[in-house]
């Protein structure tokens, strides 16, 4: 049987508006062991961050066992299941500056100290002095996928006078943010080339309404396996638009409102991470792109995590909740919980001979330690995924001497595959990875 090309799009046109749907790699388009392509081409390999604001508690975060076999500490219980995809890097320290919330979070995402352009009430406003790390890898990558990069958010941004450090994840450089994108119905749009602005009855319809004969035609060119597999790609999505098209309301085309709204005023975030981490997986197993963002709320966290017990933000509980804050550690189980799911939905998405994890190396960390105090030591760091065979998964490394965290980083920047020679500036600047998480 004739190789597929891995390239192969299903198109149609929806309303006069140009509408492809990408396929995931199938055997017809791999070699015989199903560990690259059948031009002998690699797999590829994905880099992408996961961010959630206002830190952990470290006494019940970082896990007590070290090396192979780390068990979860009782914040981490929800990871329990992925621990042989999820490496953790502990003991490392911010070396760029102190600043409350400003330091961490350019310090992790660009290895540098932040770029101030002013002040406000009793702190600054700053913005990153140079990209951030998903932007390297952007860089590396590009040209190979439709799309440069994708931002994908789940808690909203609640407000603040602090500068783009504080609303965004993803820069360019200073002041030069890429957005987070938080309405999953125009995300499915961009993906699969469907606008807001087609015509209401049509944008009832699916695209996959619009696919039918082109389906037909190649099924008649896979094997039994590749047949199963296609019609699991197109009931995904199939699923995720009867989905998003049941919050579209009675206008038929969705606004910039989120897909998920508010019940009762408060946040839908299980169902609006559930949702941005399917949409992510179709965006990879099709390689619509190789590097992302995710930021699940933003640094100085606003989100109320009511499903908790939680009647304030996250922010406001570190600061005002008192003894051993368990509202606060409750909803900080509740974010890795949420990240469980993100990473369960790409280890559940097969890919040759494995599954989307074994080929993404994801940075998972925060802009700080312990919001109570602002900490930037005993950083919360996680790499999960396997970087195709580049890292060292399911390790516990800890160091003993606070080290830099962009060792961390340069450690996931490689384990996506990007050549990287260094990471960082002046303090933060590092040349070489954590040899402990690397393959």
């Known amino acids: ?35 690259a392509w059948a031009g002998g081409e690699e797999l590829p390999t994905r880099f992408g961050v996961w961010f959630w604001g206002n830190g952990i508690k470290p006494d019940r975060w970082v896990p007590s066992t070290t090396g192979s076999g780390w068990s979860p500490s009782v914040e981490l219980d929800g ?54 790390v998903d932007q390297l890898a952007a860089d590396f990558y590009s040209g190979q996928t439709p799309f440069r990069s994708l931002e994908l958010g789940v808690t909203r941004f609640r407000g603040t006078d602090e500068g783009t450090t504080f609303q965004h994840l993803s820069h360019n450089g200073p002041n030069s943010p890429n957005p987070s994108e938080y309405d999953p119905v125009a995300v499915y749009n961009r993906l699969f080339g469907v606008t807001t602005d087609v015509r209401v009855d049509l944008a009832r319809q699916s695209v996959l309404d619009h696919l039918g004969e082109q389906v037909i035609r190649l099924h008649g060119r896979l094997g039994h396996s590749d047949q199963v597999r296609l019609e699991q790609h197109l009931d995904g999505i199939r699923t995720l638009e009867l989905q998003l098209s049941a919050e579209r309301g009675a206008c038929g085309v969705p606004d910039s409102v989120s897909s998920w709204p508010d019940v009762d005023g408060q946040e839908q975030i299980e169902q609006q991470n559930r949702t941005m981490s399917e949409l992510l997986a179709l965006a990879l197993a099709c390689d619509l792109t190789r590097a992302f963002s995710v930021q699940w ?32 550690h409750a909803a900080i189980g509740f974010a890795m919980d949420n990240l469980a799911t993100f990473l369960q939905t790409l280890k559940d998405t097969p890919e040759g001979d494995g599954n989307l994890l074994d080929r993404c190396s994801i940075l998972c960390t925060s802009e700080l330690s312990d919001g109570q105090v602002h900490s930037n030591d005993e950083y919360p760091i996680m790499i999960a995924g396997r970087g195709g065979g580049r890292l060292r998964s399911g390790v516990h490394y800890r160091s003993g001497s606070k080290l830099n965290t962009s060792h961390a980083v340069l450690t996931a920047l490689r384990g996506g595959g990007v050549d990287a020679a260094s990471f960082g500036a002046d303090e933060g600047y590092v040349t070489s990875g954590i040899g402990e998480l690397e393959a």
């Open 1 to 35: 049987m004739k190789p597929l090309d891995r390239r192969t799009f299903l198109r149609s046109v929806l309303g006069g508006v140009a509408a492809s749907v990408a396929l995931p790699p199938l055997e017809a388009m791999l070699g015989v062991n199903g560990t």
């Open 79 to 132: 990871l329990a299941g992925l621990t042989d995809y999820v490496s953790i890097a502990s003991g490392c320290e911010i070396k760029t500056a102190t600043h409350p919330h400003h330091s961490g979070m350019t310090g992790i995402m660009t290895g540098r100290k932040y770029y101030q352009v002013g002040t406000t009430r009793d702190t600054i406003v700053s913005t990153f002095a140079s990209q951030s």
């Open 297 to 328: 709320s933003t640094a100085g966290s606003g989100v109320v995590v009511w499903q908790v017990g939680a009647t304030d933000s996250m922010h406001s509980m570190s600061h005002n909740e008192t003894g051993d804050q368990p509202t606060c």
